[in-house]
């Protein structure tokens, strides 16, 4: 009896791991990741893991971002952009890594 609950465990263990891989592969936009961004400092700033100038710092680095983006657009409006997507791409991670920094560091400013 314990050994079917242990594979049955181990199954739904399992099953999950593949629903949950299977849901990353999805690639998000440029749009998608700069919106998604912008709601992750506001939540931080509302609970009070970022200070208001951490939150404006990062909502500037933020809005360069869309400046960038809208420059390439309409630098070669209709064509491939991929290429210089991957700079737009490179500095929203960026700006992704600096809010987890400062989130970390304030953390443990508090302790």
Do not use: C, H
């Not at 949950?20 to 912008?38: D, N, W």
């Not at 960038?68 to 991670?93: H, M, W």
Request: net charge positive; glycine share 4%.
């Amino acid at each position: 009896m314990k050994a079917q609950k242990f594979y049955a465990l181990v199954f739904m263990a399992l099953a999950t791991q593949f629903l949950l891989v299977g849901a990353g592969e999805k690639k998000m936009s440029t749009y998608q990741r700069q919106t998604y961004l912008m709601k992750r400092i506001n939540d931080a700033q509302k609970s009070k893991e970022l200070t208001v100038s951490q939150a404006k710092g990062l909502r500037k680095d933020l809005s360069r971002v869309a400046v960038r983006k809208q420059k390439v657009r309409d630098a070669r409006p209709g064509k491939d952009q991929s290429e210089n997507l991957a700079d737009i791409e490179e500095k929203l991670t960026e700006t992704s890594e600096k809010l987890e920094r400062l989130k970390l560091e304030n953390r443990k400013n508090s302790d």
